[in-house]
């Protein structure tokens, strides 16, 4: 039988992965914890000499990807627009009038891994809006995405920093789990990338397949054993809240923190401490968990119906407060 999913995704396999060109598509467990393993076509990303990060990776403006996952039936295709965004449509850097702005940032979770572009949370969550939610001041709502497949922490304020806050946003919504904080991408990626290699040039299989049919990735242990060798966890947790904490000299509005229940509580107690110490500042730690209603794909990304009840699960919580003002 298959290894159930827990939704946690390692971040670093996507772009090492992406710069050979390899596909895999395949369940693992790391550290106790159940990851899932994707990949990213080598042609799809590209690195930003604009960041001071010296492995820090964007999506291609203007290029397309297919996604052949073996589950779908269909191939899924992702269309970059001319900003690096995962949409099918250009945003004016100006925000037009009567409009209400947001931007979305996280990973795969909130790029909208192996679905479609109008099945992804932020292209449902901006339909929602537009149907559900009526305001006299506010004649459209749009949700940027800046979501990209294997950002942790860090790299999503890099990402902030440098594409999204020209945009001017009134609400971010950031989706954070717990692979954003166990990890760092600057340094696990490079030493992915030079294991991958040399399974690569070497024609050896990149996982382990034991007798009870759990799959293991030797290459991702090994540079995560190289990492902890470097830095303990409460090092690498203090390097990801440190990077949390730049987005403050670039970003003084409504931030709101989304995450699933079934993160871990130092994690939550993390982000909770900053949203305290910043002024208009969330945490929404109950997000609907797909996994707890098996809307998944095999490899723990949601489905359409998962990503459906996410976007459903945000609307409901904008209202509740509510954050987004209706004159």
Known sequence: MKPKVFVILACFQLVVIALLGIKIYRQTKILGTKIAVTSVDK?????????????????KPYST????APWLEDKIEYYINSDSLREDREYEISKPDSTFRIVTLGDSFTFGASVSLQDNYPKQLETLLNNNYKCPNIQKFEVINLGVRGYDVQYAVERFIL?????NPDIILWLLKDDDFFQIEEIVGPLVAKFLRELYLNNESGY?????????????????KIMQDMYNKEEILDYQMSAMNKINNHYNKTLIIL???????????????????????????????PNQTADVQPDGHPTAK????????????LKSKPLIPCN
Request: cysteine-free; overall charge negative; glycine content about 2%.
């Open 65 to 68: 990807e297919e996604d052949h």
């Open 259 to 289: 995450t699933f229940p079934s993160t871990r509580s130092e994690y939550k107690q993390e982000i909770n401490r900053f949203a305290e110490s910043r002024a208009n500042t969330y945490f929404y730690k109950y997000l609907v968990d």
């Open 306 to 317: 998962g990503y459906s009840l996410m976007a459903k699960s945000v609307l409901d919580y």
């Open 163 to 167: 594409r999204g806050k020209t945009y």
């Open 208 to 224: 382990v397949v034991s007798e009870n049919e759990t799959i293991t990735y030797p290459w991702y242990e090994k540079a995560l």
């Open 43 to 59: 042609e799809s990303v590209t690195i930003n000499p604009s960041s001071e990060l010296q492995n820090f990776y964007e999506p």
